[in-house]
């Protein structure tokens, strides 16, 4: 019998009986007390039953919860999209980076997944695909898992501070002229520790997000190198972000341009950045890639 088939099993009894014991599921399934558990904790963290002490119940209306299946449908997806884009492009082989938890965060380490760098994460559902396809280099740091973020917390002043990177890519709930605001405080405090010890702090935050402010302050606007976002994000925020230092890097899309470059045609996919050091490498970069011979 295939996981597949004993979870439908499981489920179909949950349904009949609204609550079964880990005994039952056993007896039922002909299986062993730890794959009995496996199961339904699987089922618990896809959010089609509720776990509960010594078994499980039924939940009458499935929570939704972000995967990387419905990477698709999460918001401003093409944005973040070429956010990640433009984020990877920043980082040299060897180098080491340190990404967070979210679907921004997710989008940039399937992009640099299989390049020759080290990706340092406590996201599971992002080392769990790193895994899966074989990235050579993951170190996901270790800590109490914390079901509704999907990521690893350490205790504070434990091993995390040793998890030094060239970059740290993060994004948040909010970006004002004050700073990154993260609505999770458990999770901001942990990164937080890591700020000391990585080369550049890069955020990455979709234009909705630039202007609001939500939850407590992760790191104040003096503290961020770099600012990837999108095109439409508040002009006026962006103006007091550069005044304080940080580079400023806005992606668009596009379309249907044509260009010449050493002789041949080009339809250029290309994005837009506003005074930053990189972007004419990365700008020729995006071009070469998109020769029509």
């Known amino acids: 019998m295939t996981e597949a088939q004993r979870h439908q099993i499981l489920l179909d009894m949950l349904a009949q009986l609204g609550f079964v014991t880990v005994e039952n599921v056993i007896e039922r399934l002909g299986i062993s007390p730890a794959t009995a558990r496996r199961d339904i904790n699987k089922l618990d963290e896809s959010g089609k039953l509720k776990k509960v002490r010594n078994g499980a119940e039924a939940i009458t209306q499935q929570r939704p919860r972000w995967t990387p299946m419905n990477l698709h ?6 944005e973040k999209v070429r956010i990640a884009k433009a984020a990877s492009q920043l980082v040299n082989a060897g180098e080491s980076v340190v990404i967070n938890c979210g679907s921004t965060a997710f989008l940039l380490g399937r992009e640099m997944c299989g390049k020759p ?4 994460t406590n996201y599971l559902p992002l080392a769990n695909y790193l895994i899966d396809q074989e990235h050579d280099s993951v170190i996901i740091m270790g800590g109490q898992y914390n079901k509704s973020q999907s990521i690893t917390l350490s205790p504070q002043g434990s091993e995390n501070s040793l998890y030094a990177g060239h970059w740290m890519f993060t994004s948040g709930k909010g970006l004002t002229a004050d700073g990154l605001y993260k609505t999770d405080m458990l999770t901001a405090m942990a990164e937080q520790k890591m700020l000391n010890v990585v080369g550049k702090l890069v955020v990455l935050v979709d234009s909705s997000k630039v202007g609001e ?3 407590m302050l ?9 600012l990837i976002t999108g095109k439409n994000a508040n002009p006026e925020i962006l103006q007091q972000l550069e005044a304080q230092g940080v580079s400023i890097m806005r992606v668009l899309k596009v379309l249907a341009e044509k ?4 002789g041949q045609r080009f339809w250029r996919d290309a994005m837009s950045y506003a005074r930053f050091p990189q972007a004419g490498q990365i700008v020729v970069q995006t071009c070469l890639n998109q020769r029509l011979l």
């Open 117 to 120: 760098v080290q990706i340092i």
């Open 213 to 215: 402010r939500a939850g």
């Open 259 to 262: 260009r010449h470059c050493c």
């Open 218 to 226: 992760f790191s104040r606007a003096d503290q961020i190198d770099m």
């Open 73 to 78: 449908q999460a918001q401003n997806h093409d």
